[in-house]
């Protein structure tokens, strides 16, 4: 979906809270749309007016019955205080919707955008997200494109409802939204603008998937290949605790053979000194008697 130049400029302006006016030419007539601090706070219409019947009937504060009656009674143009009341509306409803309407018009039939920032003297007053989104519903619909919002929590900016809410939360992972009317393409649309949402091609989306199942085979294998390593570190640390604890065995083995042949041979030793003593005795004795 193209972003006209008018939603791409009310988008910047919403952004840099701009204060000042955005002339907007169509066919060599020019309309003007008034900001401060981002905000819409009124409009001077050479092209794409709107009537309040129209702006509340796009709106869908007002029914085709409702429409109806109000041309019966002669107020389908500009509802009376007791055509609103019956309505439920209030003035500052009706101008803020007629507003948000006539950006639209002005979005879908501006050719060329020109800012200038100077003071304004507010006559109403949209908030600057809302006059964004309606600019982008310009062209709004489906794009064969698949798109992921991974932190819709980022992104309540721009959030109206819970309907809003709930279509982001399905798109934590790449995905192709169901059913959506104009208002919530536009929303998609803002965020991808604003590097909230991120689209991409059924292609593209094809291609980062072969990338993610290869990297996690690579992954996978890599994993089973280190798990083997150190399985192998360890059965040949274990072998050679095994080896060392039977050489230590074998030394102590030894250690001990070697003291008890020391044992004997001194035991030997001092059986042959006492039997050498006994010998000498016994001559020393014998040399006595005689």
């Known amino acids: 979906m193209p972003v006209t130049p008018v939603a791409r400029a009310l988008f910047d302006i919403h952004k840099e809270k701009v204060t000042g006016v955005l002339k907007v030419t169509a066919g060599g007539r020019i ?5 401060q601090r981002g905000d819409l706070v009124g409009a001077d219409v050479r092209f794409g007016h709107q ?11 007002l029914d085709l019955k409702t429409l109806d009656a109000l ?29 948000l309407a006539t950006v639209k018009q002005i979005a879908e039939a501006g050719e060329t955008v020109e800012l200038a920032e100077e003071e304004i003297d507010p006559r109403g007053r949209v908030r600057g997200v809302d006059a964004v989104r309606a600019a982008f519903e310009v062209g709004a619909g489906p ?25 982001l939360e399905s798109l934590r992972l790449f995905s192709v939204p169901d059913l959506l009317d104009a208002r919530k393409w536009a929303l998609l649309k803002v965020l991808e603008l604003d590097g909230k949402v991120e689209a991409i091609s059924a292609e593209e989306w094809r291609r980062r998937e072969e990338e993610r199942l290869e990297a996690e085979r690579q992954f996978a294998e890599e994993a089973r290949r280190l798990e083997e390593e150190r399985r192998a570190e360890e059965a040949r640390l274990r072998e050679e605790e095994e080896r060392r604890a039977l050489e230590a065995e074998r030394l102590a083995a030894e250690r001990l053979a070697a003291e008890e042949e020391r044992r004997r041979a001194e035991e030997e030793r001092l059986a042959a000194e006492r039997a050498e003593e006994e010998r000498v005795a016994a001559q020393r004795a014998e040399a006595e008697r005689l």
Request: glycine share 6%.
């Open 51 to 61: 009537t309040a019947t129209q702006a509340l009937l796009q709106a869908g504060r």
């Open 143 to 167: 794009e064969d494109v698949l798109l992921r919002c991974a932190e819709p929590e980022q992104c309540e900016e721009w959030i109206a409802d819970e309907t809003d809410r709930a279509l």
């Open 31 to 35: 309309s003007t749309l008034h900001f």
């Open 71 to 99: 041309w019966a009674r002669g107020s389908g143009a500009t509802p009376d205080e007791d055509a609103l009341e019956e309505a439920e509306l209030d003035p500052g409803t009706v101008d803020a919707a007629r507003l």
